[in-house]
């Protein structure tokens, strides 16, 4: 089921104006960088707090495919837990309702995989962070079979989130 709006349900309702770092489309997730701007988040499985989201600028007639560009100010949705966000699933991703999500590291989410240290010399060490898991899978989606078209949505999907 496909929706117009990102914020599917809310509780406390905050938003934020912020200007845009880079392209930003809505549903997309963001952080605030250190130029107190807001861009993509861009830590794969990194931590997520607060979790924000790009919302449809309608206060311009914009919907939830009209993307913002850099310099723009961009209506931000800091949502909380049990909040719903219609967000952005990554391509090549085949999630089902009541998968965990987490940033791919390109302001969309992914399947979230959970990753472990290891003082084994024959295995990578990765870092560990403790909160990369930005919401639950509300429907089923698939995006990877998708991978062959040019235009964002035709290989990104969105996604029903309930944040945790």
Do not use: C
Request: proline share 3%; aromatic share 8%.
């Amino acid at each position: 089921m496909a929706f117009n709006t990102i914020k599917l349900k809310k509780y406390t309702d905050i938003v934020e104006e912020i200007e845009a770092h880079e392209t930003i489309y809505p549903g997309s997730l963001l952080y605030l960088n250190s130029d107190d701007e807001v861009a993509l988040h861009a830590t794969a499985g990194g931590n997520v707090s607060p979790q924000m989201f790009a919302l449809e600028d309608e206060l311009r007639g914009n919907g939830i495919n009209d993307a913002y560009s850099s310099g723009d100010m961009v209506q931000v949705w800091i949502a909380t837990r049990g909040e719903v966000v219609y967000a952005i699933l990554a391509d090549g991703n085949d999630v089902n309702i009541g998968d965990a999500l987490e940033s791919n590291g390109a302001g969309y989410l992914q399947k979230h995989t959970p990753l472990y240290a290891s003082s084994d010399p024959g295995h990578e060490t990765r870092s560990l962070y403790s909160n990369p898991v930005v919401g639950i899978a509300l429907e089923n989606v698939d995006s990877s079979a998708d991978s062959s078209g040019v235009d964002f949505l035709s290989i990104n999907k969105r996604i029903k989130v309930r944040i945790a």
